[in-house]
């Protein structure tokens, strides 16, 4: 008789059984789904074959009509309802738009939750809207393949995206009905693509550092990552949203322009034909050495030298940015191990040569730079659905800006660290500035700079009922979680009295990509700065602190315990500490004089102290006073 098998509670029946898993490279005008077949990551293709789906959604009254190739055939007969390049609007807020809007010709809207909305016939869609119906499609796509549902997806983002825009990249897969493994940074999609987190490391620090060099159509970013133990960190991001293979094409546009005699102003149809000219010419040149032109009868030969000599420029200004980054991760190109090539433009042998020869490495190029980040993402989702048991593959997200708090003198203190990976804990004792303080005012912060007032405010909340002590016994614990999803709790707690506030930071949809690399820049740059303007505030905050105790003292004992010329003394060490509080900007200068009135003063705290011991002991007999 036949056993019949019954498989352990939780476990499938089928342990072998291979799950669904994709990779989805949501990209600003293309994008990609991935899959891992047989061991080898493949891009799923549409029905007609083609790998990428332009990220481009049409809408009619009664909603979406079409996605993809179908939908931007409607761009110029209907712009208005025909939405590209909408990456760019994910999980921004209403003061980003109002920048980024002019450069799209749509109409913005708000509702009531302060989310920019797109109108259209259909009525106003949201950003995280329009992404999940591209995700849908590429779903869609990969489940007809497949032969079934999807298990998951990782999807991937820019490294330099904020909370609030890697939380709507979420919201749009949910929307689309995805379930997401991960969120999988674009450069160390590339990086997991060639393999290079399972490579075996060679050197003593186990660590190795990757500069991912990714140049588009329109955009162009640099990533320095630094692998260790499983983890991909962001050492620097940096680039220029307005650089790439278009840019080559308007350069030779212009060359076939003065060579053609066509004067200064073209009209729209002469653009376009020069352009597409031009695009052509250019992808025709990473092959061959040069290019025969047939164009308003006149014969043209473009050689790759000179169209070296009108695009070298502009590669150049890659290679800026490139060394900025380095500069910002404080690194030098020979520490870099690894370089790897994303994106259509570096097929361009003249890219490949200038950035090989910049850090000193051949780039990795073997994998096609427009799929890269797809199959990379692929691989992860394939490890992250339990499909390849062998690979111990450990990649965990990481908070891409500090978080931290305020403390006296408009100081940041941070909690946890940026590139700290998440879900994270930690928590840190803060104690009351004034004698008797019975609130606290806790104000959240998220930047890497040392001020306040440089970094950006997350939410502001108090802790009241703390029982009234003396400055500085009070003992009061913040806490910061950080869940997986990126989204951080708060809640402070006075240990003695178990009074607790907490609040949960809900991602504001404000900080752009622009900014967060500015502000990560900006904290690389005025390190040196910041570093003295923190030491300064913190001599004035402990000379505040100095001037108030001794104040208050001299009030209360100064007659009592001190004479004429004690008392007078110390009030000029202390009005000259004060002057200096309110006007050096030296903090060695101020950390001098209050070394002098801490030495001024020790004298006046002897006697104080044997005074409050004399007064306490009063009226006791010695027994009692030692009990
Ligand atoms: P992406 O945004 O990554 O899809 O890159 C698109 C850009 O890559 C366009 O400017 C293309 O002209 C450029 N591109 C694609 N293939 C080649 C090629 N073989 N040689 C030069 N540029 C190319």
Not at 211 to 228: E, W
Request: aromatic letters at 4%; charged letters at 25%; proline letters at 3%.
């Amino acid at each position: 008789m036949a056993l019949l098998q019954i498989s352990e509670p939780g476990q499938s029946p089928q342990p072998h059984q291979r799950k669904n898993a994709v990779g989805i490279d949501l990209g600003t005008t293309n994008s990609l789904v991935a899959t891992v077949r047989s061991g080898s990551e493949v891009i799923l293709p549409d029905e007609q074959g083609r790998d990428l789906l332009p990220s481009v959604v049409h809408y009619e009254s009664e909603g979406v009509s079409c996605v993809g190739y179908e939908a931007a055939e409607h761009n110029s007969s209907d712009p208005l309802n025909t939405l590209s390049s909408i990456k760019r609007l994910l999980g921004r807020g209403v003061a980003d738009i109002k920048t980024l809007g002019d450069s799209l010709p749509y109409e913005f809207t708000t509702d009531d939750g302060g989310m920019p909305k797109i109108n259209t016939v259909h009525g106003a869609v949201s950003p995280i809207q329009v992404s999940s119906e591209i995700l849908r499609k590429l779903a869609g796509r990969a489940e007809l393949t497949l032969g079934g549902m999807l298990d998951g997806a990782v999807i991937t983002v820019p490294a330099y995206f904020d909370d609030a825009q890697r939380q709507a990249t979420k919201d749009a897969a949910t929307l689309a009905g995805i379930k997401v493994l991960r969120l999988l940074n674009e450069p160390t999609a590339a990086a997991i693509a060639y393999g290079l987190d399972a490579e075996e490391f060679d050197d003593e620090s186990q660590q190795r550092t990757i500069a991912v060099y990714d140049l588009g159509g329109g955009t162009f970013d640099i990533s320095i990552l630094r692998l260790s133990k499983g983890v991909f960190e962001v050492l620097a991001t940096g680039g220029n949203s307005a650089l790439g293979g278009d840019d080559f094409d308007h350069a030779i546009a212009n060359w076939l322009r003065t060579e053609l005699d066509m004067g200064e102003t073209l009209n729209v149809y002469e653009q376009r034909v020069l352009l597409e000219v031009a695009k052509s010419t250019k992808e025709e040149l990473s092959i061959n050495n040069q290019v025969e032109l047939d164009i308003l009868d006149t014969r043209l030969v473009l050689t790759r030298d000179c169209m070296h000599q009108l695009i070298d420029d502009l590669i150049e200004q890659t290679l800026t940015a490139c060394k900025r980054s380095m500069r910002d991760a404080n690194i030098k190109a020979d520490s870099i191990d690894e370089v790897v090539l994303v994106g259509g433009s570096t097929r361009m042998p003249r890219v490949a040569a200038k950035v090989s020869e910049l850090f000193g490495l051949e780039p990795k190029c073997t994998i096609d730079p427009d799929l890269v980040v797809a199959m990379g993402a692929a691989k992860q989702a394939d490890v992250l659905v339990g499909n390849n048991s062998t690979a111990d593959m450990l990649l965990l997200d990481v908070i891409p800006l500090s978080l931290g708090i305020e403390t006296m003198g408009g100081l940041t203190e941070k909690i946890i660290h940026r590139n700290t990976t998440i879900p994270v804990a930690k928590a840190q004792e803060f104690t009351t500035f004034k004698d008797g303080q019975t609130a606290m005012s806790i104000h959240v912060v998220q930047g890497d700079r040392e001020l306040v007032s440089d970094c950006r405010s997350l939410a502001r909340f108090e802790l009241r009922g703390i029982p009234p002590m003396v400055a500085g016994s009070a003992k009061i614990q913040v806490s910061y979680q950080v869940d997986a999803d990126g989204l951080l709790n708060v809640s402070a707690r006075e240990l003695s009295s178990g009074v607790e506030s907490r609040i949960e930071v809900k991602p504001s949809y404000g900080l752009s990509d622009t900014e967060i690399t500015q502000m990560l820049q900006d904290s690389f740059s005025h390190a040196r700065d910041d570093m003295r303007l923190r030491a300064l505030r913190e001599q004035q905050v402990e000379a505040d602190r100095m001037l108030e105790d001794l104040r208050a003292a001299i009030e209360k004992d100064g007659q009592s315990l001190l004479d004429e010329s004690e008392l007078q003394c110390l009030q000029v060490t202390l009005d000259e500490l004060k002057q200096l509080r309110d006007n050096t900007d030296d903090h060695r200068q101020l950390a001098a004089q209050i070394e002098v009135v801490g030495k001024t003063s020790e004298e006046f705290a002897a006697r104080r102290m044997d005074a409050s011991i004399k007064q306490a002991l009063a009226g006791l007999s010695l027994d009692d006073a030692l009990k």
